[in-house]
T-cell receptor
């Protein structure tokens, strides 16, 4: 595997379910991010992890719970979601200390909440 | 806080014509600027970035962008459009200083007419 991978690619869940999204980066980076991409809205930064420590939580509802067990893996735990949470969830990684801090994105998980 | 404005949610050009996608930013400190492209059902791919070196930046697939501080702009251009350029394009800004999340514009959908 290369780059940033995300599983599953598609997920349909009911409002009472609990599920998790997984992201893995194979780039040796030390920072990871979750973004939400909804139709007709700009990409929204949700969480930032830097060296496994959460450094930013962009006022995200508590029904979204991130976990970063090591610098290569990032999870987003979901529970009691709402239909408006249906979106493409993108994971990204970057290497702090390099010029520009460009982020590398995974293909995303398309989430549908029914 | 920084922000990004992309003028035109949809831009249509003929194959072989000049592509111009506009991006203006707002930042209280010197920014890092990025252009990303997103093809259907895929994540975001970095096209190019500005990191306070050369103001004219060349990227992949024949794209380039020019940083103009006086105009707070970072417009993306390509001399000759190809059908494969049809996609969603996002301008993003980061003010650096560590593993910051990116602030994205709303995106511009580029349509290539045969």
């Amino acid at each position: 595997e290369t780059g940033v991978t995300q599983t599953p690619r598609h997920l349909v869940m009911g409002m009472t379910n609990k599920k998790s999204l997984k992201c893995e980066q194979h780039l040796g980076h030390n920072a990871m991010y979750w973004y939400k991409q909804s139709a007709k809205k700009p990409l929204e930064l949700m969480f930032v992890y830097n060296f496994k420590e959460q450094t930013e939580n962009n006022s995200v509802p508590s029904r979204f719970s991130p976990e970063c067990p090591n610098s290569s893996h990032l999870f987003l735990h979901l529970h009691t979601l709402q239909p408006e949470d249906s979106a493409l969830y993108l994971c990204a990684s970057s290497q702090e200390g390099t010029s520009g801090y460009e982020q590398y994105f995974g293909p995303g998980t398309r989430l549908t909440v029914t | 806080a920084q922000s990004v404005t992309q003028l035109g949610s949809h831009v249509s050009v003929s194959e072989g014509a000049l592509v111009l996608l506009r991006c203006n930013y707002s930042s209280s400190v010197p920014p890092y600027l990025f252009w990303y492209v997103q093809y259907p059902n895929q994540g975001l791919q970095l096209l190019l970035k500005y990191t306070s070196a050369a103001t004219l930046v060349k990227g992949i697939n024949g794209f380039e962008a020019e940083f103009k501080k006086s105009e707070t702009s970072f417009h993306l251009t390509k001399p000759s459009a190809h059908m494969s350029d049809a996609a969603e394009y996002f301008c993003a800004v980061s003010v650096g200083g560590g593993a910051d999340g990116l602030t994205f514009g709303k995106g511009t959908h580029l349509i290539i007419q045969p």
